[in-house]
T-cell receptor, first 116, second 111 residues
Framework: GAGVSQSPSNKVTEKGKDVELRCDPI?????LYWYRQSLGQGLEFLIY????????KSGLPSDRFSAERTGGSVSTLTIQRTQQEDSAVYLC??????????????FGPGTRLLVL | GIQVEQSPPDLILQEGANSTLRCNFS?????LQWFHQNPWGQLINLFY???GTKQNGRLSATTVATERYSLLYISSSQTTDSGVYFC?????????????FGKGTKLSVKP
């Protein structure tokens, strides 16, 4: 596709339920990133994938959060046993690479998650 | 970890005015990007500029890496420039993929 796409656009769930958020990066981009943006706040790094390397999970806030990237393309962010503090906009980005001047990140429209 | 401070936090302009947004960072960086988040939440990359100067239309940016700051210039502002401008950096020795974002400058351009 022309840009990064994310689904769903909006998700309302009940506390304790699991949710899956999907990201389709720009074709040919080897790096994929997940961020979280709480209301009125900046962006908080969660995890990134680059090629076949092990993902950098250093930003995941708890073990309820996990992500995978299948076939070097689509990624899924899973939040288990959701809590109200998980409510935020989850943003995905991709870039050609993570070095060599090819690190420009392109963002998707985000998934707005509301945990009731 | 590296600290990123943006100023001013809020800025109100009349259409046609010029402005300068500043990003200070506390350590050496090998990646610096400026983003615009429009009122609908979409983040658009404006510049990848770890050093030097770039221009794109009415926008230009300068990063002085040795002095640990970057400036974003907006000339002849338009109402469509409204939104939040974020600076994001990666420092040497930091995680390759981990951009650290500042808290942003919220710009409102009045007609």
């Amino acid at each position: 596709g022309a840009g990064v796409s994310q689904s769903p656009s909006n998700k309302v769930t009940e506390k304790g339920k699991d949710v899956e958020l999907r990201c389709d990066p720009i074709s040919g981009h080897t790096a994929l990133y997940w961020y979280r943006q709480s209301l009125g706040q900046g962006l908080e790094f969660l995890i990134y994938f680059q090629g076949n390397s092990a993902p950098d999970k250093s930003g995941l806030p708890s073990d309820r959060f996990s992500a995978e990237r299948t076939g070097g393309s689509v990624s899924t962010l899973t939040i288990q046993r959701t809590q109200q503090e998980d409510s935020a906009v989850y943003l995905c980005a991709s870039s050609l690479d993570i070095a060599g001047g090819r690190e420009t990140q392109y963002f998707g429209p985000g998934t707005r998650l509301l945990v009731l | 970890g590296i600290q990123v401070e943006q100023s001013p936090p809020d800025l109100i302009l009349q259409e046609g005015a010029n402005s300068t947004l500043r990003c200070n960072f506390s350590d050496s960086v090998n990646n610096l990007q400026w983003f615009h988040q429009n009122p609908w939440g979409q983040l658009i990359n404006l510049f990848y500029i770890p050093s030097g100067t770039k221009q794109n239309g009415r926008l230009s940016a300068t990063t002085v890496a040795t002095e640990r700051y970057s400036l974003l210039y907006i000339s002849s502002s338009q109402t469509t420039d409204s939104g939040v401008y974020f600076c994001a950096v990666r420092n040497y020795g930091g995680s390759q993929g981990n951009l650290i974002f500042g808290k942003g400058t919220k710009l409102s351009v009045k007609p």
